[in-house]
Structure formats: C-alpha cells, structure tokens
C-alpha cells in the first residue's frame, strides 16, 4: 500500500524566477514556484508556461518557437545562459533551478531584458548582402560552389538570441563592445563570395570598441545553442584586419 | 558586473589565470634586459642574482610562461584560417605544427646557449 503511494506521488520541481515590476519593486527579486514535473520532455520553458498559465499569470519572459530556432528565450539557468526551451529539468531535478534574465542587459520587467542595444549594435555591421551594383532580377542567380557556402555556413547560423553577450565579460564590463554576435555575423557575410561589403563593415567592426575589445575568453562559443563560434570569428578578423593593414595591397577588396 | 565575476565560472577563472600570468612574466623579462645591459659591460658589471627568492621566482615565471604559451599557441588552431591546395587545413594540424615549431625553437635557444656557455 505505501509501495502504491509513494509510486503515485507527484514529482515535482521548485523554479526560483526573477521577479520584478519597475513600478513597485527597487530591484529584482526572486519567488520559489512549486510545481510539478510530470514528464521527462519538460524544459524550463513548459515550467515558466506553466507558472504563468496555472499558478502566477502576471509572470513576463519572452518566447515564441519553442525549438531553438527563433532565439526568444535566452536566460540565465542556474547561471548560465541559456534557451529555456533547450534546458531540460531532467537535468536539473532534483534540485531547485534559478532562472533570471540574460545578464549584461537591463531589465524591462521580470524576466524580460531591454534588447536595443544589441540591435544597433546588430544593424550596425549590415548583416545583409551588399553589392556594389545591383544585377536586375533576369540577370539570374548569384551562383555559389559548396567550399564558398561551407566557408561563412557556420556564422550563418545564429540566430541573434544573445546568450553570448550574457556570457561574454568584456560586454558585461565595458557594454560600447559591438560584441560577439554582432562580429560573427559581420564574418558571415564577409565572407560570403556573393558579398561586396566589406569596406562598409570594416569601420565599424576594426575599431578599438570592435574586434580589439575582444580579450578571448570564448565563453561565448561556449554557450552558443546552434554550434557557432563567435570566438573563432572575432580572433579571425583580428588577423584579417591586421594584414589588411600591413601587408602590401592588403587594403584590396 | 560584480566583481568576483571571475570566479563564477572554471572557464572565467582560467581566463583571467592566462591574462595574470603575463605580469610576472613582464617583471621577469624587465629583469633579463636589465642583466643584458650589465652583461654588456663585461664580467665584472655581470652579477646574477642568486637568492633562494629569485629562483622560486623564475621557476613560477617559466610554469607561467608555459601555460601562457601553451595557451596561445592552442588559440592559433581557432585563428588561422590556412588552404593548402584549395583545402582548409585542419586546426589539429596547425596546433600541433606550432607546438612542432614551438619545440623546436627552444631546442636550437637551449643549443645556441649552451654553445655560448662552453
């Protein structure tokens, strides 16, 4: 009989959350949420869905695909940046998880930080293909060997969820940093044999607050979701821009 | 940002380990310029300092240095981006090649050095 007791009993998990409403509260605050963990396919995510949904509904945090794609859910767990909806409680049970916004970003209400800055920062480095002369339309396709896509693929895949400006320091220390992302995506295109931008970009990401900020801690390749490596693009342009600059004719497009 | 920011994380640590261990490795390279200049003005002006501080010293600065090379030269996989033959070289390939060079520069140093001494 109590064999069938403790058998039925309910797992359960407690979710410690940042809380905080800029009009009552001075600063953040956390609240312990008890609630149960009824599969072991629940990521911190459903557990935030279902505080809001069954038990606080005036908890704030952002997401939207729930399958690592479209980078809304990105916060802290335990500390570490995260995609809440890749974060399994399996993982964590049967101890308690802390999770709170992104850090290196203020804070606009609980767990939801103001992304602004990082999207100037995004929008400054033109993470779009540039030509010199646009082609008309019936000029046909710019074509692309496989080695030409396979050279910029991996800075083709983030997907701007900022786990690494929440990792990296130096942004955290001295927040003019253009910061990881934002440089990876400049590689990206860069180096994309379609692009003719990369005099438009170098101004911004060879400046002392772009690529020479960057001291290597490479925390932020560490918890890049999708396998990118910021780091890797960073210390690259690093050596890029430096031959450009010394070598003969290394100014060339 | 706090400040025990650093201690958060091995990774964190690490990295500021790496960036510390360049400060003693400096003092100890200003000392070695300094004992070049006095080795320039002959025997006489050359007194190496022989304390027992001095050595632990210089052994802490070459455990330093060496994780600090050691560290950097792993880094050139990440950063060189070489083609051989219209195909990238392998990061592996380029690490171990530096480690390779790395070697075998202290080889003909120690060499050169001990030639000089005999």
Redesign the interface.
């Known amino acids: 009989m109590a064999e069938k007791k403790s058998a039925t009993k309910e797992k359960r998990i407690t979710i410690k959350t940042t809380r905080f409403d800029p009009d009552k509260d001075e600063k953040p605050r956390l609240q312990s949420y008890d609630i149960p963990f009824e599969d072991e396919s629940m990521v911190v995510l459903d557990a935030l869905n279902h505080i809001k949904n069954y038990v606080d509904g005036s908890l704030s945090y952002r997401w939207s695909c729930r399958m690592g794609i479209c980078g809304s859910c990105g916060m802290m767990v335990n ?1 570490t940046p995260k995609l809440t909806c890749n974060a399994f409680l399996r993982d964590y049970w049967p101890k308690p998880i802390v999770v709170e916004p992104l850090t ?1 970003f203020p804070i606009i209400r609980d767990l939801v930080i103001d992304m602004d800055d990082f999207m100037h920062k995004l929008k400054s480095v033109k993470p779009w293909i540039i030509r010199k002369q646009e082609l008309p339309l019936g000029a046909g396709e710019h074509r692309q060997m496989p ?1 030409q896509i396979e050279e910029f693929r991996q800075f083709s895949q983030c997907i701007n969820c900022m786990l690494c400006y929440a990792a990296c ?1 130096v942004y ?2 001295d927040d003019t940093f253009l910061g990881p992302a934002a440089i990876a995506l400049a590689r990206r295109y860069n180096l994309d044999s379609r692009d003719q931008g990369l005099k438009q970009r170098l101004p911004v990401i060879a400046q002392p607050e772009g690529v020479w900020e960057c ?5 932020c390749s ?1 918890v890049c979701p999708k396998g990118v ?1 910021p ?2 693009a960073i ?2 342009t ?2 890029d821009t430096t031959l450009r600059f010394t070598l003969p004719y290394g100014n060339r497009d | 940002m706090p400040s025990g920011w650093w201690l958060r994380k091995r990774h964190y640590f690490l990295y500021v380990v790496r960036e510390f261990t360049a400060l003693p490795m400096a003092l100890w390279l200003l000392w070695l310029l300094y004992e070049i200049k006095s080795a320039g003005a002959g025997p006489a002006g050359y007194q190496p300092p022989r304390s027992i501080a001095f050595v632990v010293f210089s052994v802490i600065c070459f455990a330093f240095a060496t994780y600090h090379s050691g560290t950097f030269l792993k880094l050139a996989g990440v950063i060189m981006h070489v083609k051989v033959f219209d195909r990238p070289v392998p990061s592996k390939v380029i690490v171990l090649t530096m480690f390779g060079l790395w070697a075998l520069a202290s080889l003909v140093i120690g060499a050169v050095l001990i030639g000089f001494a005999k």
């Open positions: 500390g290196n080695a320091p955290g220390l001291s290597f801690v490479g925390e560490v490596d780091a890797k210390q690259q690093k050596l």
